[in-house]
């Protein structure tokens, strides 16, 4: 009797919660798993999470997405932006004792985009581009079937691209970028600003929520506010400016949107679709496809597993 083919575990870590999945080598997911964690308790938290995973069979290697950037060549996490407080430096190198597995860390863009371009829907394309719209915008390139991370390991980062020249500063020091004004927070504060200038938005259901989300536009629009939907269409237009620059740069066969912005669904896909029409190039956009990510919470880990099974074949 031959021994299985051993298993892979990706884990995608977000502020307080780290997400598992368990892919065996042919990609399939077995199982997903959720836990809280806390910056003192990290290294151990994940080191269980891999052992609880281990019970189906041997594991060969760990992919971990994080919501900062990682330096390829030294596999350290570096943060121009503001990493939850779990986040610590040479986790590459803890987790590595910690499990004594082979660990990659990747950007958890970079970790969705190859868990949609390999099982979700990114599938059937050989380039795909993918943003990631949450509380934070993200993006990453992949060219034939290889992400593309750049020189350093930052490429895709449509997040900041410049939308308006006078616009607000943003974390990376530039101003205007597509992150101050389309990202989940930046939803919020745009329509917090109208209702406080416009006196026919306090007919809309947000004005009596004091403390709404960007989720909470998102459904009242689909609840038919007429105030949510244009704050939708608006912010859809703002992503479809940026979705029109991907296009005219890469001429790339499909762009995959995920991220929970994106569970507006077609309210906000739509004007998306219109404004990157609007704006690109005709003959580079007739050739991109524009879809929604289909994996939700589960491509970044997914994609994890799935870039760690791919790095320990080459
Ligand atoms: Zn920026």
Redo the contacts with the bound molecule.
């Keep these: 009797m031959t021994t299985p083919p051993a298993n892979f575990i990706g884990i995608n870590i977000s502020g307080t919660q780290a997400r598992a999945a368990l892919v065996d080598h042919a990609g399939a997911l077995l199982e997903t798993n959720v836990a809280e964690v806390t910056p003192k308790q990290l290294i151990p938290q994940l080191a269980a999470m891999a052992e609880d995973l281990s019970r189906r069979g041997p594991v060969a290697a760990i992919g971990v997405a994080i919501p900062g950037l990682v330096n390829r060549q030294t596999d350290r996490v570096i943060a121009p932006r503001e990493l939850p407080p779990t986040m610590v430096e040479d986790l590459h190198g803890e987790l590595t004792r910690a499990t004594g597995l082979r660990v990659e860390l990747e950007n958890d863009a970079n970790a969705a985009a190859y868990g949609e371009y390999k099982a979700g829907a990114g599938l059937g394309a050989s380039n795909m581009f993918y943003m990631m719209i949450g509380n934070g915008i993200g993006g990453a390139i992949i060219l034939d079937g290889k992400l593309w991370t750049g020189a350093s390991g930052f490429a895709g980062e449509v997040?900041?691209i410049t939308i308006d020249t006078e616009g607000l500063e943003?974390?990376?020091?530039?101003t205007g970028?597509l992150?101050?004004v389309a990202s989940g927070p930046n939803i919020v504060r745009r329509a917090r600003e109208r209702l406080h200038r416009d006196n026919t938005s306090s007919l809309s259901r947000l004005a009596l929520n004091k403390s709404f989300t960007a989720d909470d536009v998102a459904h009242q629009a689909n609840e038919g506010d007429d105030f949510a939907l244009m704050m939708i269409e608006r912010t859809g237009k703002y992503i479809g400016t940026g979705v029109a620059t991907v296009i005219n740069l890469l001429n790339i066969e499909r762009i995959v949107l995920g991220g929970g912005v994106m569970d507006a669904g077609s309210l906000i896909l739509n004007p998306i679709i219109q404004e990157a029409k609007r704006r690109a190039f005709q003959p580079c956009f007739d050739a991109t496809e524009i879809v929604i990510a289909t994996l939700g919470l589960d491509g970044a880990p997914i994609g994890a597993a799935l870039l760690a099974r791919d790095a320990s074949a080459e």
Aim: some cysteine; overall charge negative.
């Design positions: 997040g900041h943003c974390v990376c020091g530039n970028c992150e101050t």
